[in-house]
């Protein structure tokens, strides 16, 4: 595997894990603004 293969790996993981975080922030908004931790 090349050095530049594995820099992309790398930066796809970060913009998977990132847009988890991102998805996950706006659930506990949400449920935040609702009151709804049932």
């Known amino acids: 595997?090349?050095?530049?293969?594995?820099?992309?790996?790398?930066?796809?993981?970060?913009?998977?894990?990132g847009a988890v975080m991102v998805a996950f922030l706006i659930y506990v908004t949400y449920r935040l603004k609702t009151g709804d931790f049932g």
Do not use: A, C, D, G
């Not at 595997?1 to 894990?17: A, D, G, H």
């Open 1 to 17: 595997m090349s050095p530049q293969e594995k820099r992309l790996r790398i930066v796809r993981q970060v913009v998977i894990f």
